[in-house]
């Protein structure tokens, strides 16, 4: 098992690359607390080694890792420099570790969800702007259902329901109707944010959803309580973070270990070849598009039922197309859109913390997301490259 | 497969499975100019608004149609149906003669509203045109929002800076500098696309966000261009007085109709013009229609791409800087958040099928409706206008919806003529 592990671990030029993206981080982990290094020239100089070892891994070739070791040589020195000329209490006020985690935590969770969805629905080769609408479509349905049945099960249950439905209309005109994929898409949001505002004025008026809706139920790992780090981020956690995990986790074995993943990345390829070997493509395609449908909705659900706890017009707020910038970013893998939306929900847990500093520059943490996959579809540090047949209505013969 | 032909060839791209058949949307154009005028979209709006009216009728039991009245009544088009009622008095003479409008009606109703509506018309409208004119070159402008965003923070900039400049020259730079922002904005997407490929859908999606978050931190407390007097409002300096755009129309202190009206209407015969009677619109086509064929008969389909897309932005930038200068006056950060004008720029798009008269024609529908069903103009005893303008939305997705589904339309049309031949041979 261990052998197997360490077979998959990266070599050579790329070890090297990996190991300078960490030195990276490293430079500007030492200015921050517990540390406190108030001397600039050592993050510089952390900074400076972790510069060469990425040089060193684009010279050998190494592609994306490597660049972007040097990316975080720089940022990492430039962060660590800054930091060091911060004051001590600013410091320690915004970063609070077990804090900034556990909120990425929290803000990750919903883009997990959907950019699993959105892998299933791209895999399958169609392509799902529609995320947005389907997890507003959740967030919605989930607490309507959790206040009017007092059970956030069936809360759960309706949101998964609401959200297949949403993402079965994007089904039928993206497959059966061969409409343009991006059209439709776009209409189920658009469709998804009048309908939800529609129904939540004409149920819930001026006051807003109650404030006593059952919530999804946090879980208290008791043992974890005391843990020196690890205790205050994972001992108080949301039921939806840990099933966000498993999703995940779900995700990539039924893509890349089982017969049905074989399948729909088939059909995502070259659908032709696929039903030639029987593969039914309509058949797949429906099917991954109403789960990834589904899955966005839960995202969407535990914004409503599991983080606020109420519901607003259009309260997910362009969250599924962070979730669509993750599935693009992490290059249509799962642990790779996985990390990308770790990443994202850093980078908002960050952005709340930040006005410390400065109330309005924090706010551009917010457009992160948007600005690296931006990047990353420039291929200015490896290209993402989709799946061959992704967009492309298929015509049965 | 036989009802495809014309469009098959130029359906297939490179490194495309073959047997496929995936129209660009440039084809799709094709198709609906055979499948028939008006009679498409004209369906496809009444089948939306049908199903938002049995939205009403389930939700709350009301008469759609009496709602759909007073929705007609908000947009102020009722005014038309006094057309040549009015009566102009000849000079010198005690004579009058019938006149299309009285130029004195600032307070009738129907007038007040029908400003409103025309001025939303013209972001409609030249947003519209940003995502049609990227359509006609086979792209999908879907960062209409974003572009209109950068070319409004610019306007606004521009027009509240540079105090002393005469009037028309300011608002003349204002205009430009929003437009080229909005170009620029765009420009990107279409470098990324006519250099690495990048799919336009994408960049676009996330140059709005972008440009949404930039405009936030602009305006937003402690931000670098927000307002110098209030230093607890999250909103952009007033643009001076000289800059603003003449209301021509209506009541400038009651938010009457400006001069950008003009713009819109010239804005379309610029698009038409520039597409069907220029070098450049030929090319733009001919990349739309099938880049591998173009390229072929000597066309850069890069440089094409790059010029299309910075057109667009340039009608969408257009639009961020008129609404600003002609009754918007300021921006805040709220306004920049919750602004959907680029993405009913889309919905009139698709609906007006890339032309130049549907677009006009779509632009005047949504902005109607946006009007109509807003909380000023809609009569709460009839329907309550924040479900009122919940249904806006629901109708356009509908409407988008429905656009889409063109094969179908076209199948079923196509179907009915096949068995029409038969029935005669």
């Known amino acids: 098992m261990i052998e197997r592990v360490l077979r998959r671990l990266p070599k050579g030029a790329r070890a090297v690359a990996w190991l300078g993206v960490l030195v990276g981080v490293f430079a500007f982990w030492v200015a921050l607390p517990p540390l406190h290094i108030r001397n600039p020239v050592v993050p510089i100089l952390i900074g400076l080694v972790a510069l060469a070892l990425g040089v060193y891994a684009v010279t050998r070739r190494a592609g994306r890792p490597a660049w972007g070791a040097i990316v975080a040589a720089v940022a990492g020195a430039g962060l660590g420099y800054l930091a060091t000329r911060s004051s001590i209490s600013n410091l320690d006020q915004v970063v609070v570790w077990s804090a900034l985690l556990a909120a990425m935590l929290r803000f990750a969770t919903p883009l997990a969800f959907a950019a699993m969805g959105g892998i299933f629905s791209e895999r399958s080769g169609v392509v799902n702007i529609g995320l947005e609408g389907m997890m507003l479509s959740g967030a919605f349905f989930g607490i309507l259902a959790a206040d009017k049945l007092d059970s956030w099960v069936l809360g759960l249950l309706a949101a998964a329901i609401a959200g297949g439905l949403m993402a079965l209309i994007h089904a039928f005109f993206a497959i059966h109707l061969r409409a343009d994929q991006i059209v439709s898409g776009f209409a189920i949001n658009v469709l998804a944010l009048g309908l939800t505002g529609y129904l939540f004025i004409d149920i819930y008026g001026g006051e807003g959803t109650p404030p006593n809706v059952d919530r999804i139920p946090n879980v208290h790992l008791g043992f974890l309580q005391d843990w020196y780090f690890i205790g205050p981020i994972l001992g108080q956690l949301n039921l939806m973070i840990w099933l966000a995990f498993f999703t995940i986790l779900l995700t990539w074995i039924v893509f890349f270990k089982t017969p049905i993943g074989l399948r729909i990345r088939a059909v995502g390829e070259h659908p032709r070849a696929a039903e030639t070997v029987g593969i039914s493509v309509y058949a797949t395609r429906y099917a991954a598009v109403t789960l990834s449908g589904v899955l966005a909705a839960l995202g969407g659900a535990y914004i409503s039922i599991g983080f606020v706890n109420s519901f607003n017009q259009n309260m997910t707020v362009g969250r599924g197309y962070i979730a669509l910038a993750a599935v693009i970013f992490g290059s249509w893998r799962p642990f790779g859109a996985a990390a990308a939306a770790l990443l994202f929900g850093f980078s908002s847990a960050l952005a709340q913390r930040l006005p410390a500093y400065s109330e309005s520059a924090a706010v551009l943490f917010q457009s992160l997301p948007y600005v690296l996959t931006l990047i990353a579809v420039a291929g200015v540090i490896g290209r993402s490259i989709p799946p061959a047949a992704v967009g492309r209505p298929y015509k049965k013969q | ?425």
Request: proline fraction near 5%.
């Open chain 2, 1 to 425: 497969m036989s009802e495809q032909t014309p469009a098959e060839g130029a359906g297939k791209v490179e490194g495309q499975p073959p047997g496929e058949w995936a129209p660009g949307p440039a084809q799709r154009l094709a198709i609906w100019q055979r499948a028939g005028g008006l009679f498409v979209p004209l369906l496809t709006t009444l089948l939306a608004f049908f199903i938002g009216g049995l939205v009403v009728l389930i939700t709350t039991g009301k008469n759609p149609l009496r709602t759909y009245k007073a929705i007609f009544e908000g947009s102020g088009l009722n005014w038309f149906f006094e057309v040549g009622s009015y009566e102009l008095r000849v000079p010198f003479t005690g004579a009058s003669i019938p006149f299309p409008w009285n130029t004195n009606d600032f307070e009738s109703l129907a007038a007040l509203n029908l400003q409103q509506t025309l001025i939303l018309w013209v972001p409609y409208v030249l947003t519209g045109l940003a995502v049609a004119f990227a359509f006609r070159c086979g792209m999908f402008n879907i960062g209409g929002q974003g572009q209109y965003i950068v070319g409004a923070i610019m306007a606004v900039w521009v027009g509240s800076e540079l105090p002393g400049l005469p009037g028309l020259l300011h608002i003349l730079l204002a205009v430009v500098a929003g437009a080229l922002t909005g170009a620029v904005w765009a420009g990107i997407a279409g470098i990324l696309k006519a250099t690495v490929g990048a799919h336009e859908v994408i960049s676009t999606i996330m140059l709005n966000w972008i440009a949404l978050w930039v405009g936030v931190f602009l305006f937003g407390l402690g931000g670098p261009l927000q307002n110098d007097t209030q230093p607890s409002v999250p909103v952009s300096n007033d643009i001076l007085d000289e800059s603003k755009l003449k209301v021509f129309w209506g009541d400038p202190l009651l938010q009457g109709l400006h001069v950008g009206a003009f713009v819109g209407l010239a804005a379309l015969v610029v698009y038409w013009i520039s597409l069907n009677r220029t070098t450049l619109g030929y090319e733009v086509r001919a990349v739309g229609f099938n880049p591998e064929a173009a390229r072929y008969g000597g066309i850069s389909v890069a440089r094409n791409y790059f010029l299309a897309m910075a057109i667009s932005g340039t009608f969408a930038g257009l639009a961020g800087a008129l609404d600003i200068l002609g009754w918007q006056y300021r921006i805040n950060t709220n306004d920049v958040q919750v602004s959907t004008v680029g993405f009913v720029g889309i919905a009139v798009a698709l609906l007006g099928r890339n032309t130049a008269i549907g677009v006009g024609l779509a632009g005047l529908l949504f902005a109607a409706l946006s009007t109509g069903t807003s909380t000023r103009n809609l009569d709460p005893e009839i329907f309550r206008p924040e479900l009122a303008t919940n249904l806006t939305s629901l109708i356009q997705g509908l409407v988008i919806l429905f656009v889409g589904a063109d094969v179908l339309i076209l199948s079923l049309l196509n179907l009915r003529k096949r068995r029409r031949r038969v029935a005669e041979a």
